[in-house]
């Protein structure tokens, strides 16, 4: 028996609302625009969103999670299953889903942006969207795609996009175009970052950066370490992690020559999200009186450099 | 349940029978009151089963109404039909003085006449009943597509909306240019 629940009071409406799971609600969105208007007036949660490429999009409050994925044939259109994580596959273009979800369900976080170029010109559209919108993106990962053709393209995307937590980059990008992060989040990890030069590292403000296969040199990291000595400069920085072939021991740095380390020294300890420590570091003054532990070692696939800034909240040093 | 009489006007009402009283026998004597939908047939319902409807609570507590007053003034719901108004004094007896239980056996099963149950439990402000009702409601579009929730819920589509709201916006233009006559008229 069918019951017109247009002609409900607002009030009423939001009640009835209350009892309907994201899914419906979505449903019901593409039922008409009037419908998806009384939804966003019928009270907001706090919703999250997080999309991966090519086509799954999350929302997500508390403890509560909603995955929406593409589906693949018609008979599959808004099936899903309510077991966790509760799921249901959509008929819609990706784009068409993200931006019905933002504005159903009034989300102006973005938990996640995951990409791997499969669906490229799907997320340039995202993206631009958010920009055009300044929305907050916690966290943007890109993922490993062996085709890459569209990279030269996502940094000046990556530059305008609001990312504040963590920005993570996988594949390896073709050495033929330039790359430049211009803006960084609190946290950054760059897999293959041989594009990533001393111009960049100098002008991070990053809480915590690990760069892996590197092209930065003794004389970039000196640079940057001379520069870190001074008062106000990188004052967030807590962890700097180099994987690269041109740390060697042919020239110093902080006129120390690789492998730079003290035996016996004690073990400087820090977690951010996971634990990050310096066993035997090299203690290191800021002009300011903070220290930082360094320790380069060459042995292994890969030199790396590690360097660790003492924060008295949160580092732990413990003698060996 | 309780059981009630046709045809009372809300000035002389009826004798009404009484609801049935819980086993154990209350202490101090209850009150009752008198209420009418729109049918006009009067429901003697008891102040404690009452309690469940803040409207009619809210009324009753500033009255301070005798048995003789109370009968002789029924309150009136004209807005709400009687068949409605007596699930909802059916619902009210049935859980004087207690909470409702998560899962009610005893709400109303009636579809056909849950969107007037809605309206009419969110007018007298009986709150459990209301939040049951609208999970029903809710309940009827659970795992169905959008075009099984547009005709259960009867939503129009936009071009319906549309269209209708060009017709709306006519029909005000019409009035408004007949008022606008009707005063030319009343000026000459």
């Not at chain 2, 209420?35 to 409807?53: F, I, N, T, Y």
Request: a negative charge.
């Amino acid at each position: 028996m069918p019951i017109a629940l247009l002609k409900f009071p607002t009030d009423l409406l939001r009640d009835v609302f209350k009892f309907c799971d994201p899914f419906e609600l979505y449903k019901l969105s593409k039922c008409s625009k009037r419908t998806q208007r009384s939804i966003k007036l019928s009270g907001r949660k706090n919703w999250r969103i997080r999309y991966f490429d090519p086509g799954t999009v999350i929302i997500y409050v508390d403890h509560w999670l909603y995955r929406f994925e593409k589906a693949e044939k018609k008979e599959d259109y808004f099936k899903g299953s309510m077991l966790k994580p509760m799921s249901m596959r959509y008929p819609d273009e990706v784009v068409d889903l993200f931006f019905n979800l933002l504005d159903t369900f009034g989300i102006c976080r973005v938990g996640m942006l995951s990409i791997d170029f499969r669906n490229f010109e799907s997320f340039s559209n995202i993206a631009n969207i958010l920009i055009e919108r300044n929305m907050e993106i916690e966290e943007f990962h890109i993922g490993s795609e062996p085709d890459v053709k569209d990279a030269a393209h996502i940094m000046p995307l990556v530059n305008r996009m609001n990312i504040t937590q963590y920005f993570e980059c996988d594949p390896r990008f073709l050495c033929r175009f330039h790359y430049q992060l211009e803006t960084f989040p609190k946290k950054v990890f760059i897999n293959w970052s041989y594009w990533f030069n001393i111009g960049q590292l100098l002008n991070n403000s990053c809480v915590r950066m690990e760069l892996f296969k590197s092209n930065l040199s003794n004389q970039d990291l000196d640079v940057f370490l001379r520069k870190w000595k001074n008062p106000e400069t990188f004052p967030n920085l807590g962890w700097l992690k180099i994987y690269g072939k041109k740390i060697d021991n042919q020239s110093p740095i902080l006129d120390m020559i690789p492998p730079i380390q003290i035996v016996g020294n004690p073990r400087a300890e820090v977690t951010f999200g996971y634990r990050k420590d310096i066993v035997d570091g090299v203690p290191v003054s800021k002009d300011d009186g903070t220290v930082g532990w360094l320790k380069v070692e060459l042995g292994g696939r890969w030199p790396e450099l590690k360097f660790l800034v003492v924060n008295p909240d949160d580092t732990v040093i413990t003698s060996r | 349940m309780s059981s009630t009489e046709q045809g009372t006007s809300s000035a002389a009402p009826a004798e009404p029978t009484t609801a049935p009283e819980s086993a154990a026998a209350p202490e101090v004597p209850e009150s009752f009151y008198y209420v009418h939908g729109k049918d006009k047939v009067v429901h003697k319902v008891s102040a404690g089963a009452l309690q469940h409807s803040a409207l009619i609570h809210g009324m009753i507590s500033n009255l301070g109404y005798t048995e003789e007053q109370a009968k002789a003034n029924p309150f009136p719901f004209e807005n709400i039909d009687g068949d409605i108004l007596q699930m909802v004094v059916d619902w009210c007896n049935q859980h004087k003085g207690k909470p409702t239980p998560p899962e009610d056996t005893n709400l109303p099963k009636q579809k056909e006449k849950l969107f007037d149950l809605v309206l009419a439990v969110n007018y007298l402000e009986i709150k459990e009943l209301l939040t049951y009702c609208c999970k029903q409601v809710a309940m009827m579009v659970k795992g169905k597509s959008p075009e099984e929730i547009r005709e259960i819920w009867m939503i129009p589509t936009d071009a319906e909306d549309e269209a209708a709201e060009k017709e709306a916006k006519k029909r005000a233009g019409k009035e408004a240019a007949g008022e606008t006559a009707a005063a030319a008229g009343d000026a000459k």
